[in-house]
């Protein structure tokens, strides 16, 4: 029985119809281990998983918080995080389990507070800070979290203990900066060519990782760069990898990784507009969808063949939705080239393709000369998005860049320029019901709680959007900038405020 619904009845209805239709089909199925954690199974109705449920559903209706109460929210205790990281110093989402929560701050610190009154119970930090996204998953009774920059740590959930490390970086510029995911006796993470020590050097690779969850292990590899020589110049070329959680599918035994991009972007002297990495450049700007048990490729689609603008397909979840009398799932992808994309779970087939935000100059395929671009490097759909009842809502940074031919990695991204964007959409079809705009940068992600819809801007601002039709009906102006995501758990909702000196977690509940 899965433990992951965005409605409790709803979501043990579709796994019991995909269990039946499963055992009916042709088609092959993948052996899925058991073994949902104790945690994440005690704990369903908190917020035990990053992104709630292992469909990245990032929604609940396991809360007293909707439109009629929302208003009634008040600071009950906050918690200053000191130290700072590449953007400030909280970028991931908490995780409630029971009466702790448990957070990863970008100085790689790991804190377990008690959720009623925020004391800490247990600190441990791991060496260097975090380019960021990073964060914890809990189960075994261990907290799994980014072991700095190189790679996973399995500490103990009750004194914060640490029970194993396990590198996963191969060079000194190799990092690791995801949120880790705990299933079936094992933890998935992955390594990005990125950290502190310098972003995009030739020669790294994101490889994503199962490690056993009791030692450490690795279970098993996926290399996300499909070319022994990186795309024929190891000197100059790197890509792939993951920043986001993957999505799982228990009935399916698979598990669904959004890629990330290749580089140089645009390109280097000598080679301009990625011509040092011809082709495609799989798996980069992917969704891949593998056995969960043993890594094993089922398929892949990439929506961007040789990105030039650093255009990560980054994110994934699954929805369910209604085909005739029973249900359809529907694995979605999207990221910071302002697509999202709906594909066939099983075999891959792109079902939709919808175009969020402002777009400019983002479909050429070579520049000839310095070019603005939207979405630039820190656009598009740059958090994670959320779903529930068939509709996907997505906060869409409109960013723009400056891309030179010969120049790697552009001007950076202009912030504030622009208004942001939520948009609901029809995950059966790809049509957007809602678009409304957003008053600043929403760095927030989305996340469903009942009839409402919250995000937050990285200008400081919480938003809490009506669900059926994206009016704001509430707000709340936080004590500094937003670049995490809150999660929420009966009558509690938390959020990390990260770009504030010094980063703070926010605990609002309802009066009792």
Request: aromatic share 8%; charged share 15%; hydrophobic share 40%.
């Amino acid at each position: 029985m899965t433990h992951s619904r965005p409605t409790r009845h709803l979501e043990r209805f579709v796994v019991v119809l995909l269990a039946l239709a499963s055992a009916c089909s042709d088609a092959p199925r993948a052996s899925a281990p058991s073994g949902v954690p104790p945690e994440v199974a005690q704990y369903a109705d908190d917020w035990a998983l990053p992104g709630r449920d292992y469909l990245n559903s990032r929604a609940t209706r396991d809360s007293s918080i909707d439109k009629s109460t929302i208003a009634q929210l008040a600071v009950a205790w906050r918690v200053d995080l000191s130290g700072r990281g590449a953007y400030g110093n909280i970028s991931t989402t908490p995780l409630i389990a029971g009466d702790t929560v448990y957070l990863q701050d970008l100085s790689s610190r790991v804190s377990a507070l008690d959720r009623e009154t925020g004391a800490v119970r247990w600190q441990a930090t791991q060496p260097l800070s975090l380019f960021g996204p990073n964060g914890v998953a809990l189960g075994w009774g261990k907290v799994f979290a980014n072991d700095g920059t190189d790679g996973i740590v399995a500490l103990d959930a009750t004194t914060g203990a640490t029970l194993w490390s396990r590198k996963l970086t191969v060079t000194a510029t190799d990092g690791v900066d995801i949120q880790p995911v705990a299933y079936g006796d094992l933890v998935f993470a992955s390594t990005v060519p990125v950290s502190g020590e310098g972003p995009y050097r030739g020669g790294d690779r994101g490889v994503l990782y199962a490690l056993r969850q009791d030692t450490g292990e690795v279970a098993w590899s996926f290399d996300t760069v499909d070319s022994d020589d990186l795309w024929g110049n190891p000197e100059i070329n790197s890509g792939g990898g993951a920043w986001y959680p993957p999505a799982i599918d228990e009935a399916r035994g698979r598990i669904y990784w959004g890629i990330a991009n290749p580089a140089p972007f645009a390109g280097v002297p000598g080679y301009p507009n990625g011509s040092s990495r011809p082709g495609p450049n799989l798996y980069t700007d992917s969704l891949l969808s593998l056995d969960v048990g043993s890594g094993v490729l089922d398929w892949y689609r990439q929506a961007t063949p040789h990105d030039i603008f650093d255009h990560d397909l980054a994110l994934s979840l699954l929805v369910d939705v209604r085909a005739g009398s029973g249900v359809r799932r529907i694995a979605v992808a999207t990221g910071k080239a302002g697509f999202v994309i709906g594909h066939d779970a099983d075999t891959g087939d792109v079902l939709w393709t919808t175009s969020v935000g402002v777009h400019e100059n983002d479909q050429l395929t070579a520049l000839g000369g310095r070019t603005q671009v939207l979405p630039g490097l820190f656009g598009g759909v740059l958090t994670p998005p959320a779903a529930a009842d068939g509709v996907v809502y997505v906060a869409v940074v409109n960013s723009p860049a400056i891309y030179e031919p010969e120049l790697s990695i552009g001007l950076g991204g202009a912030f504030g320029t622009m208004n942001g964007q939520a948009v609901a959409i029809d995950a059966a079809t790809g049509t957007i019901l809602w678009d409304v705009p957003l008053p600043g940068d929403p760095f927030g992600g989305m996340t469903v709680v009942n009839d409402l819809v919250i995000t937050g801007v990285y200008q400081g601002t919480v938003l809490a959007l009506d669900r059926a039709t994206g009016e704001t009906v509430w707000t709340w102006q936080a004590p500094g900038g937003i670049n995490g995501w809150p999660a929420i758990a009966d009558d509690l909702m938390l959020w990390p405020i990260g770009a504030s000196n010094p980063s703070t977690l926010v605990a609002l509940r309802l009066p009792r």
